[in-house]
């Protein structure tokens, strides 16, 4: 019994976990990984923002993101949608970096936390 | 002098630092690394909840988890250990990528957040 | 408007940001990459240090450290850099982990939690 509320519980992991007034994501793939970067980072992305919604914050209050690629390669193809995207006025601290994701159909998982 | 209080230090980094009602943990590698990936996750989850024990935590209060494969393909047999350990009612939010270890004998590290 | 405060923000992410007594860094990666990796390490540290004296912290609040080597070969020349600047009695929890960086040149990146 804590103060810990969890969002989309599996038997593996929650989604989303909350404790007091920050929200932490689990590493988000995407919800279609037949597709390319660009469109995994949009999938990604909208995941986040509905998280974020759901638990009355928004993309202006994220604190932290750590982003994933599977090949570094596709570093500036993931900007082009993150650029797009961020509150450019209230954007988080960020680490990308390259590794191998649990599927390689996955090119990119992001994980967050924000206020709320 | 802060209120922080940090758990088996050596002079280059400690195992577990907590501040205010959070405790984190460094990237926890198995105490025997002359064994498979099974037997060194669950070294590692030992060495946590031994932590979270000392600190008066337990497992049901992880928020978050990051776990690094040396090698990806290793994905499943990771996830038969962590799966019958992790409170499947209280799971933390969880990230798990590739990425090579510090000595290449070390299959596995995971660095955890919990409350206290 | 939240009570998060962000430090030399681009339009794609921050430096740094402060929450109540919190600071978190990006992954910081070194000013001149044209250098080995000792020279790196150094001036990310340098950085570091720079923004927690300029929000009133300093190297022995540090909480977390989260380091990515592009190769992991590289592990004993960064730490002999690291052992001589960390607070080797407030040292933070470590993970380091080996993996590609956003340029080839980058052999070295940090990301750091604080208190302030």
Known sequence: MSDIKRIDISSRMSQVVIHENKLFTAGIVASDPNTD???QTG????????????SGSD??????ANI??????HYEEMNEVWDTWVDESNPPVRACVESRLASPKYKIEIQISAVI
Chains 1, 2, 3 share one sequence.
Not at 43 to 54: E, G, H, P, S, V
Not at 59 to 64: D, E, N, V
């Open 37 to 39: 970067v660009a469109a």
């Open 43 to 54: 999938q990604i992305l909208d995941t986040i923002d509905r998280y974020l919604a759901a």
């Open 59 to 64: 993309k202006s209050k994220i604190l932290t």
């Open 68 to 73: 994933w690629l599977s090949s570094i390669k």
